[in-house]
């Protein structure tokens, strides 16, 4: 269970994101219909309920190799000069989402100093980004896995042409 779930983590907290999403949008328009009036917290909810859906989407895209990347220099490259851009690359995109997380993190602890609340629950508003930093973390962590994964593959594709 703990294996399938360091695996699957961001697949289920997506689901389980757009399950509540879509319950609450259709929730929304069935007030609205019924009575003119809406449930003025579901865009505060599908709002944030959005931003953590990027970021644990990215996770399962840096997870899958399916992030963006401009491949077509790479691919003209001598392949050990072509690893050497990719784990460049690699390391500087590690970089970037460990900084994200920082100032994802910095942004989190100002939110909480602050003690404002949100316009429509006036629930505090860091409870909506307290996953932010650490979903960054995660996507970083995927990325790595995946690169690695690559690499091995890549590794093992060559190792008995006498070109590794």
């Known amino acids: 269970m703990l294996a399938f779930l360091s695996r699957e983590a961001e697949r289920l907290i997506c ?5 509540g999403m879509t319950l609450l949008g259709f929730a929304n328009v069935v007030v609205r219909y019924a009575t003119n009036y809406s449930l003025a917290s579901s865009e505060e909810l599908l709002t944030n309920g959005f931003l953590l859906l990027t970021v644990f989407g990215a996770a399962i895209a840096a997870r899958q190799g399916q992030h963006l990347a401009v491949t077509a220099v790479v691919t003209m490259l001598p392949r050990g000069l072509a690893r050497a851009v990719v784990l460049l690359s690699v390391l500087l995109s590690v970089g970037l989402l460990l900084a994200s997380s920082w100032l994802a993190w910095q942004s989190l602890t100002t939110l909480y ?9 006036g629930i505090p508003t860091w409870y909506y980004q307290a996953a932010v930093p650490f979903a960054f973390l995660l996507i970083a962590l995927r990325f790595v896995q995946h690169t690695v994964e690559e690499f091995r593959l890549a590794g093992s594709d060559h190792a008995g042409d006498g070109h590794a």
């Open 15 to 19: 689901a389980v994101l757009f399950l």
């Open 113 to 121: 100093d602050n003690g404002l609340t949100s316009y429509a629950l």
